[in-house]
């Protein structure tokens, strides 16, 4: 139900653009969202947040009335996603990951193409069409870490533009040194011991995340989440970290600076 909803709504956003005279670039910098985000809304996919398919709305030049009715039916589109399950262990709620996210429990992710969720800038999550999490500090006393492992094919891959990639390393370069953080990259020269198909984040022994390119997946059985966070950790062995690694984030960030001008 909420798939179809977002199919009919995309092709009615892409008719009022037409209808305007924008391109999918204009709109795009109207709302302030990245060019494959406008694509994404008028295909029908699901995007990180409908927020950005509300700023699409928003970048519009239709009346109030036209512009509020879209929202809420965008709204109810998402609502009708989040409420889709399937299987025992296995939730297909968009906004699964908040919910563990509010926990103590040690956060464990795995990225080999996009930024870890809770490294992401707001830059980069607009220019990916992707959700950021806030890097919080831990209260005092907390015992809540974050372990996440890259790879350098990761780094060195940009969304839209890529002008948003040396703040996004920086970033990740700030991020290093807060004591909740333990961050690893394994370089292109380094062989794994398990190939994932996809990023993934473990919650304690609790769930597993996983981002696909149209929805979010929530794993809690047992089995699953340990076998995930047995595959963090030996990917965590093959990574490199402290000088090094930071050795590694400033090299690619030149490198980008150059590409990206």
């Given amino acids: 139900m909420g798939d179809e909803r977002l199919r009919e709504l995309g092709g009615e956003l892409r008719a009022m653009r037409t209808a305007a005279g924008l391109s999918g670039r204009e709109l795009a910098r109207r709302a302030g969202i990245a060019?494959?985000?406008?694509?994404?809304?008028?295909?029908?996919q699901r995007v990180g947040t409908p927020a950005i398919v509300e700023k699409f709305v928003a970048a519009l030049p239709i009346a109030p009335e036209v512009a509020d009715g879209l929202r809420t039916r965008v709204r109810d589109a998402y609502a009708a996603l989040a409420d889709h399950r399937v299987d025992v262990g296995v939730s297909l709620k968009p906004n699964a990951p908040r919910r563990w996210e509010r926990g103590t429990a040690p956060v464990r992710e795995f990225q080999s193409a996009v930024i870890p969720r809770a490294l992401r800038s707001p830059e980069y999550a607009r220019a990916a069409g992707l959700a950021e999490s806030p890097l919080a500090q831990p209260a005092p006393g907390s015992t809540r870490v974050f372990r996440c492992v890259i790879?350098?094919?990761?780094?060195?891959?940009?969304?839209?533009?890529?002008?948003?990639?040396?703040?996004?390393?920086?970033?990740?370069?700030?991020?290093?040194?807060?004591?909740?953080?333990?961050?690893?990259?394994?370089?292109?020269?380094a062989p794994v011991p398990v190939v994932p198909p996809h990023g993934f984040t473990v919650f304690g022994d609790e769930a597993v995340v996983v981002e696909t390119y149209t929805a979010v997946m929530t794993l809690t059985k047992p089995g699953v989440v340990a076998s995930y966070r047995d595959a963090h950790a030996r990917l965590e062995?093959?990574?490199?970290?402290?000088?090094?690694?930071?050795?590694?984030?400033?090299?690619?960030?030149?490198?980008?600076a150059k590409l990206t001008g």
């Fill in 151 to 189: 790879t350098e094919g990761a780094l060195r891959t940009w969304p839209d533009s890529g002008t948003a990639m040396p703040g996004q390393l920086d970033r990740i370069l700030a991020a290093d040194d807060l004591p909740s953080v333990h961050l690893s990259v394994i370089p292109w020269q």
């Fill in 237 to 256: 062995e093959a990574a490199i970290t402290g000088e090094p690694m930071r050795e590694l984030l400033r090299r690619i960030r030149r490198d980008l």
């Fill in 35 to 44: 060019q494959s985000a406008v694509s994404r809304v008028e295909n029908g």
